[in-house]
């Protein structure tokens, strides 16, 4: 699986779990809509680390809680 779409099943995943929205995710990250729809849609394969870093402040997570997942085990890394 590459990285851009591990990455997108992720955020999808938390979505779910939380029961919000991708407008409401990108409101409490402090990040545009299209900034996270475009990491969700695979149009942004290398979002920048201070992308993810607010994500995860966002949603009040390490780095290290947000890549603890499965999803990140056998990453292509010819993304």
Known sequence: MKLS???SKKLL???EE??????KLATICLLTQSTV???IEGN????KLLTIVRICDGLDMTLKEF???ELFTNIDRED
Not at 44 to 47: A, D, E, G
């Open 5 to 7: 779409e591990a990455m």
């Open 13 to 15: 995943k938390i979505c």
């Open 18 to 23: 939380r029961d919000i929205s991708i407008n």
């Open 37 to 39: 729809q475009n990491i």
């Open 44 to 47: 942004s394969s290398n979002p």
């Open 67 to 69: 890549f603890s997942d």
